[in-house]
């Protein structure tokens, strides 16, 4: 089983920016993407982006294109989330999630499909 513990969250004023770790260890195999998710309260967890570890293609929903990046430094076994432009509604806890996931689009956004999954770490951004 993979283990992954997030860090890097905090609090920013609008425009501002953020780049979350998200370091995996354990049965990193099994797992062919790695993707960021996030839940604000009342609201469903939603996929934001998320990579192709063995291809490093990457994959966004429309709301954070253009602003947020995803990486991944395999050396490390450690995925990262920047985060520019930074908006209110960005506002939420984030999650990193492995899973082993089907090639077909959109198939990366589907929480259930993943099966490893980090503790969360908040953005909270503010004036």
């Known amino acids: 089983q993979v283990q992954l513990v997030e860090s890097g969250g905090g609090s920013v004023q609008p425009g501002g920016s953020l780049r979350l770790s998200c370091a995996a260890s354990?049965?990193?195999?099994?797992?062919?993407?790695m993707g960021w998710f996030r839940q604000a309260p009342g609201k469903e967890r939603e996929g934001v982006a998320a990579?192709?570890?063995?291809?490093?293609?990457?994959y966004y929903v429309d709301s954070v294109k253009g602003r947020f990046t995803v990486s991944q430094d395999n050396a490390k076994n450690t995925v990262y989330l920047q985060m520019n432009s930074l908006k209110p509604e960005d506002t939420a806890m984030y999650y990193c999630?492995?899973?082993?996931?089907?090639?077909?689009?959109?198939?990366?956004?589907?929480?259930?499909?993943?099966?490893?999954w980090g503790q969360g770490t908040q953005v909270t951004v503010s004036s």
């Open positions: 990579i192709d570890t063995g291809s490093g293609s990457t």
């Open positions: 999630a492995a899973g082993r996931i089907p090639k077909y689009a959109g198939a990366w956004l589907m929480a259930w499909r993943y099966n490893g």
């Open positions: 354990g049965y990193t195999y099994s797992s062919n993407y």
